[in-house]
Antibody
Framework: EVQLVESGGGLVKPGGSLRLSCAAS????????MNWVRQAPGKGLEWVGR??????????DYAAPVKGRFTMSRDDFENTLYLQMNSLKSEDTAIYYC?????????????WGQGTLVTVSS | DIQMTQSPSSLSASVGDRVTITCRAS??????LNWYLQQPGKVPKLLIY???SLQSGVPSRFSGSGSGTDFTLTIDSLQPEDFATYYC?????????FGQGTEVEI
């Protein structure tokens, strides 16, 4: 069974940093591309970024609002996805979900973690 | 960036109704269109990928159609658990973008 478990969320002051983790199990993590998607309170879904597998080059793409402030990485030995968030702003307040990137017959977010809440406030 | 626009933003329906939600892309995206359902307080769930392919385990009352810029999600015989918010999402290009959501209310 595929499981994605996020952790690391919490309350942080504007300008601060936080690192989120997503522990993966039940699938061949090192072969999968992974994403972060966020959802501000009462708002819709927003894609944050994607990291490809090392076998596919390991390229990382980011959404414009987080580019230069957020860094995605992966540890294929620990089956863990990370999101390092720096220079946090109030508009980064959201639930952050990690998702797998299904690519059989399309390209979609097929498995989601339960999310971790990040609150940026003074 | 490709803009995704859903209509309506919300709708009211009854159990047993047939419901249709539309999604329009700001440029052609072939069939790279996915649909998700999010029940209140829950994690989003994939319903349809590649415009019309039903995700494993999703009931057959859900169906999707369309290509290019115009897409439709149809729910035949709405069930109580279907009252939720639905999102479309394009996977044609980076950045991935979502529609604003359609809330289906009782």
């Amino acid at each position: 069974e595929v499981q994605l478990v996020e952790s690391g969320g919490g309350l942080v002051k504007p300008g601060g940093s936080l690192r989120l983790s997503c522990a993966a199990s039940g699938f061949n993590f090192k072969e999968d591309w992974m994403n972060w998607v966020r959802q501000a309170p009462g708002k819709g879904l927003e894609w944050v970024g994607r990291i490809k597998s090392k076998a596919d080059g390991g390229a990382i793409d980011y959404a414009a609002p987080v580019k230069g402030r957020f860094t995605m990485s992966r540890d294929d030995f620990e089956n863990t996805l990370y999101l390092q968030m720096n220079s946090l702003k109030s508009e980064d307040t959201a639930i952050y979900y990690c998702t797998t990137d299904g690519r059989f017959g399309g390209d979609y977010f097929d498995y989601w973690g339960q999310g971790t809440l990040v609150t940026v406030s003074s | 960036d490709i803009q995704m626009t859903q209509s309506p933003s919300s709708l009211s329906a009854s159990v047993g109704d047939r419901v249709t939600i539309t999604c329009r892309a700001s440029q052609t995206i072939s069939i790279y269109l996915n649909w998700y359902l999010q029940q209140p307080g829950k994690v989003p769930k994939l319903l349809i990928y590649a415009a019309s392919s039903l995700q494993s385990g999703v009931p057959s009352r859900f169906s999707g159609s369309g290509s290019g810029t115009d897409f439709t999600l149809t729910i035949d015989s709405l069930q109580p658990e279907d009252f939720a918010t639905y999102y479309c999402q394009q996977s044609y290009s980076i950045p991935r973008t979502f529609g604003q959501g359609t809330e289906v209310e009782i």
